[in-house]
């Protein structure tokens, strides 16, 4: 069964720093594209950043460029993303998610809320 | 940046009946397009690949259809676990993106 668990999200003030990861399990973590995708409360979904299985090909949304990192660690099954310098406009729950041949998204984590508030 | 808008927004629906979502990209992503259910505090689920291609385990009463610029998403004989906010998601290019949600009601 295919698994993704995040986590690293909580309160933060603005101009902060977190980091998510997301744990994989039930699949070849080393042989999909992988994606974050974020949704502010009551809002609707927004696609953040993906990262190729060896990490040769990452791409981002221009909202969160030179501010967030995504980042990946096959031997544990993990990928990560490093935000910084956060606003009130990046309060949102953070979804972990896999691709299929980079393309659409067939499995989706739980979710991990990251509040950015003083 | 290629910008999808669904309609309608919001459709509340008698149970049975027929639901029809449209998604209209700003310019052609060939069949790119994909469908998403989501339901209140869950993560969203993956209903139609491809524009038109079924998912294994998806009812078969939800069909995609459309390419180029507008799709569509239908849902044939509405059931009350079928309430969710639909998003339609492109992968021609990037950023990807999604339309903005059409939620469905049951009456």
């Known amino acids: 069964e295919v698994q993704l668990v995040e986590s690293g999200g909580g309160l933060v003030q603005p101009g902060g720093s977190l980091r998510l990861s997301c744990v994989a399990s039930g699949f070849t973590f080393s042989a999909y594209w992988m994606s974050w995708v974020r949704q502010a409360p009551g809002k609707g979904l927004e696609w953040v950043a993906n990262i190729k299985e060896d990490e040769s090909e990452k791409s981002y949304v221009d909202s969160i460029k030179g501010r967030f990192t995504i980042s990946r660690d096959n031997a544990k099954s993990a990928v990560f993303l490093q935000m910084n310098s956060l606003t009130d406009d990046d309060t949102a729950m953070y979804f972990c998610?896999?691709?299929?041949?980079?393309?659409?998204?067939?499995?989706w984590g739980q979710g991990t809320l990251v509040t950015v508030s003083s | 940046e290629i910008v999808l808008t669904q309609s309608p927004d919001f459709q509340s629906v008698t149970a049975k009946e027929k639901v029809t979502i449209t998604c209209r990209a700003s310019q052609s992503i060939a069949s790119s397009l994909h469908w998403y259910q989501q339901k209140p505090d869950q993560s969203p689920k993956l209903l139609i690949k491809y524009a038109s291609q079924s998912i294994p385990g998806v009812p078969s009463r939800f069909r995609g259809g459309g390419s180029g610029t507008d799709f569509t998403l239908t849902i044939n004989g509405l059931e009350a676990e079928d309430a969710a906010t639909y998003y339609c998601?492109?992968?021609?290019?990037?950023?990807?993106?999604f339309g903005q949600g059409t939620k469905v009601e049951i009456k």
């Open positions: 998610a896999r691709q299929v041949y980079g393309d659409y998204v067939d499995y």
């Open positions: 998601h492109q992968t021609s290019g990037l950023p990807r993106t």
